[in-house]
């Protein structure tokens, strides 16, 4: 009987620590999306947590430093300075005129410091507009191999 009280002990400790575990991991990573607008009005405990802002890069606005990439995002009109001070490399996509999406977080002086950085280029992934041959209204060519 006591091999069973010990048994069931250990196992609830086990699964209370899991559960502990799991509920730490996803409080650490969970991280809130806001537009570049909505940075000035937040206030508080907002300011100290690691936030999403998404938005385009500002052509001309790229710039290779020591240790970091700084950058500015627009959005309505908006725009957002920008410091990637992260370990990865940045994304093949990441240039002038591309939707990018930053993780990080707001200095006092109001630049964001981003940790990770994605982007993507949506006229990369656009379908090439179809041009018609001579001598066909579909675009199809009529002409046997």
């Given at each position: 009987?006591?091999?069973?009280?010990?048994?069931?002990?250990?196992a609830?400790?086990?699964?209370?620590?899991?559960f502990?575990?799991?509920?730490?991991?996803?409080?650490?990573?969970?991280?809130?999306?806001?537009?570049?607008?909505?940075?000035?009005?937040?206030?508080?405990?907002?300011?100290?947590?690691?936030?999403?802002?998404?938005?385009?890069?500002?052509?001309?606005?790229?710039?290779h430093?020591?240790?970091?990439?700084?950058?500015?995002?627009?959005?309505?009109?908006?725009?957002?300075?920008?410091?990637?001070?992260?370990?990865?490399?940045?994304?093949?996509?990441?240039?002038?005129?591309?939707?990018?999406?930053?993780?990080?977080?707001?200095?006092?002086?109001?630049?964001?410091?981003?940790?990770?950085?994605?982007?993507?280029?949506?006229?990369k992934?656009?379908?090439?507009?179809?041009?018609?041959?001579?001598?066909?209204?579909?675009?199809?060519?009529?002409?046997?191999?």
């Amino acid at each position: 009987m006591k091999s069973k009280a010990k048994f069931a002990i250990g196992a609830g400790i086990i699964i209370v620590t899991l559960f502990c575990l799991a509920w730490v991991g996803a409080q650490q990573s969970k991280t809130y999306y806001h537009t570049i607008s909505e940075l000035p009005t937040l206030t508080g405990a907002s300011l100290h947590q690691r936030l999403r802002v998404g938005g385009d890069v500002k052509a001309g606005s790229i710039q290779h430093l020591s240790g970091r990439v700084d950058f500015v995002l627009v959005e309505q009109g908006k725009d957002l300075s920008v410091s990637y001070v992260g370990t990865d490399p940045l994304p093949d996509t990441f240039k002038d005129g591309a939707q990018c999406l930053v993780e990080g977080k707001v200095t006092p002086d109001g630049r964001f410091v981003a940790e990770t950085v994605q982007a993507k280029c949506a006229s990369k992934y656009e379908a090439a507009p179809a041009q018609a041959q001579p001598g066909s209204e579909s675009g199809v060519s009529d002409r046997k191999s």
